[in-house]
T-cell receptor, first 114, second 116 residues
Framework: AQSVTQLGSHVSVSEGALVLLRCNYS??????LFWYVQYPNQGLQLLLK??????LVKGINGFEAEFKKSETSFHLTKPSAHMSDAAEYFC????????????FGGGTRLMVKP | GAVVSQHPSRVICKSGTSVKIECRSL??????MFWYRQFPKQSLMLMAT?????????EQGVEKDKFLINHASLTLSTLTVTSAHPEDSSFYIC????????????FGPGTRLTVT
């Protein structure tokens, strides 16, 4: 069984500030981990994924995430927020195969203040 | 590459009618497709997994007679919501898994269903 917990359903940052979205996972097998972004009334866009290679993963739009096995975490960061980053972000885990079913966290809504 | 489409993007139907939603992988063959449901301001919940040519596997609590899934070809899966009720109103998202490496999932843009 696997699960994902995203701490903070809403995060608000000022434009230009650091973005930190938290994700902790539980998995009985080595996990594959993903971050997706969703804009209103749209599907999911993959930001980045961890598939057991480098623990620091760089994604699109300046986002990156670090896999920390000891902390069972996969937090998403971006050094400087843009207004266009305002969206819903989902962390997800699959059981060791990038194509297997995904279990999603509850989501974090990122708000960016001018 | 790796584009997944859904049709329609929005649909409004009357209570008691049936609605069909299509999910297509446009430039790759998908041996497996997943159907998710998302209520407003909530996360995605997996409804079912469909494999080409076989019956779908439904998650616990999902009524298979109400949500009919067909995966008749390697590029098309359909979800039919039968005898729709207002509580079925939701955002339905499909994803398709490549049948060849890399075995990754790609998501469709979603279908907004409103039952009046």
């Amino acid at each position: 069984a696997q699960s994902v917990t995203q701490l903070g359903s809403h995060v608000s940052v000022s434009e230009g500030a650091l973005v930190l979205l938290r994700c902790n996972y539980s998995s009985s097998v080595p996990p594959y981990l993903f971050w997706y972004v969703q804009y209103p009334n749209q599907g999911l866009q993959l930001l980045l994924k961890y598939t057991s290679a480098a623990t620091l993963v760089k994604g699109i739009n300046g986002f990156e995430a670090e896999f920390k096995k000891s902390e069972t975490s996969f937090h998403l960061t971006k050094p400087s927020a843009h207004m266009s980053d305002a969206a819903e972000y989902f962390c997800a885990v699959s059981d060791g195969n990038a194509g297997n079913m995904l279990t999603f966290g509850g989501g974090t809504r990122l708000m960016v203040k001018p | 590459g790796a584009v997944v489409s859904q049709h329609p993007s929005r649909v409004i139907c009357k209570s008691g009618t049936s609605v069909k939603i299509e999910c297509r992988s446009l430039d790759f063959q998908a041996t497996t497709m997943f159907w998710y449901r998302q209520f407003p301001k909530q996360s995605l919940m997996l409804m079912a997994t469909s494999n080409e040519g076989s019956k779908a596997t439904y998650e616990q609590g999902v009524e298979k007679d109400k949500f009919l899934i067909n995966h008749a070809s390697l590029t098309l899966s359909t979800l039919t919501v039968t005898s729709a009720h207002p509580e079925d109103s939701s955002f339905y998202i499909c994803s398709a898994r490549r049948g060849s490496p890399p075995y990754e999932q790609y998501f469709g843009p979603g279908t907004r269903l409103t039952v009046t």
